[in-house]
C-alpha cells in the first residue's frame, strides 16, 4: 500500500487549494484516510478524515468553516480542499491510512503513511 499527497505549493492568503491523496494497493473496508499538517517546528496536527465504507468525512472543528474532505473512490483518490487560506495554514500536509481510532488518537498512529506535500500561504 502506498499514499501520495499531492497538490502543495506557493498560494496567496485568500485564495483556495485543493490537495489530493492517491492510493495504491488494498483498502480494507473499516480503514479511514486521514488529513495531517505540521507547520515548521510545530507538533503534527489532525485536520479530517474520509471513511471508506459509508463515505462520512469529519473535519477538526477549527477549520470546518474552511475545509471539505472528499473524495473519488473509484480513483482511490481523498481530496482536501482549503478555501480563504492564510499564513497559519502554512505547513507539510501528509495523508495516512488506517482505522480510524488510530488515526484519532491523542496521538495519532497509522500503518500507512504517504510523503507530504508543502503548502506555503504567502500574506
Known amino acids: 500500500v502506498q499514499l501520495q499527497a499531492s497538490g502543495g505549493g506557493l498560494v496567496q492568503s485568500g485564495n483556495n487549494l485543493i490537495l489530493s491523496c492517491d492510493i495504491s494497493g488494498f483498502i480494507l473496508p473499516n480503514y479511514c484516510v486521514a488529513w495531517f499538517r505540521q507547520p515548521d517546528g510545530k507538533d503534527r496536527e489532525f485536520v479530517g478524515r474520509f471513511r471508506w465504507h459509508d463515505g462520512d468525512s469529519k473535519v477538526r472543528d477549527s477549520l470546518k468553516d474552511r475545509v471539505t474532505i472528499s473524495a473519488d473512490e473509484s480513483a482511490r483518490r481523498v481530496y482536501l480542499q482549503m478555501n480563504s487560506l492564510k499564513p497559519e495554514d502554512t505547513a507539510v500536509y501528509s495523508c495516512?491510512?488506517?482505522?480510524?481510532?488510530?488515526?484519532?488518537?491523542?496521538?495519532?498512529?497509522?500503518?500507512?503513511w504517504g510523503p507530504g506535500t508543502l503548502v506555503t500561504v504567502s500574506s
Open positions: 495516512a491510512m488506517d482505522y480510524e481510532y488510530k488515526l484519532l488518537s491523542p496521538q495519532p498512529s497509522a500503518d500507512f
